[in-house]
């Protein structure tokens, strides 16, 4: 069974669509992440959530709308994509908001704006 | 705010042979977590080893072992007889017990030389 699975494990798609990527985790975790890693393999958190509630909202355009349905769900939705946008969009997921067992990771979606 | 200084972008090392990773940070909290993530390339994020700031005892793992001098703010990675999986990038990372998220480093690409 995997852990964090993100769905779809890639995404090509033209300039100014609308997009979604799922994010969903049965490990019991309460908080989840929503990591992006641009071309030079820089990690960089964009939101999170804890059972549900909006915990970190960095600096993103809101053009990145985050939903959390329940606390095993972590849903990434973009509007208007950008060409900028193109990168690998992580999802994560950890008990608690500090512990030290780390996060556990999805694999990923790779996002192809063309 | 946490920050994570990896300063080898890209090390190479013979089979068999041991290798270090740098990883420097700086927190001013007394509490946190240090981890270190290994990204294949098959892009999944792996947790490779963890270390509590408050445990003096250096954390192993089978041939990976850390080298955490909190004085200096200091914690590398030491690869034992690498083999030819251990070539992917190495992620340093920071969590404190009063942030909500990890602070990654910029990453250190191993090549493992048959």
């Known amino acids: 069974d995997t852990a964090v699975s993100q769905t779809p494990k890639y995404l090509v798609t033209q300039m100014g669509n609308d997009k979604s990527i799922k994010c969903e985790q049965n490990l019991g975790h309460d908080t989840m992440y929503w990591y992006k890693q641009d071309s030079k393999k820089f990690l960089k958190i964009m939101f999170s959530?804890?059972?549900?509630?909006?915990?970190i909202n960095e600096t993103v355009p809101n053009r990145f709308s985050p939903k959390s349905p329940d606390k095993a769900h972590l849903n990434l939705h973009i509007n208007s994509l950008e060409l900028g946008d193109s990168a690998v969009y992580f999802c994560a997921s950890s008990l608690g908001t500090w512990n030290s067992y780390g996060y556990t990771f999805g694999s990923g979606t790779r996002l192809t704006v063309v | 705010a946490q920050t994570v200084t990896q300063s080898q972008p890209e090390m190479s090392v013979q089979e068999a042979e041991t290798v270090t990773l740098s990883c420097t940070y700086d927190t001013s909290e007394n509490n946190y977590y240090l981890f270190w993530y290994k990204q294949p390339p098959s892009r999944q994020m792996i947790l490779v080893i963890r270390q509590e700031a408050y445990k003096q005892q250096n954390a192993t793992e089978n041939r990976f072992s850390v080298n955490f001098q909190k004085a200096a703010k200091s914690f590398s990675l030491k690869i034992s007889d690498s083999q030819l999986g251990d070539t992917a990038m190495y992620f340093c990372?920071?969590?404190?017990?009063?942030?909500?998220?990890?602070?990654f480093g910029t990453g250190t690409s191993l090549t493992v030389i048959p």
């Open positions: 959530y804890n059972n549900k509630e909006l915990i």
């Open positions: 990372a920071c969590q404190s017990n009063t942030g909500n998220q990890f602070y």
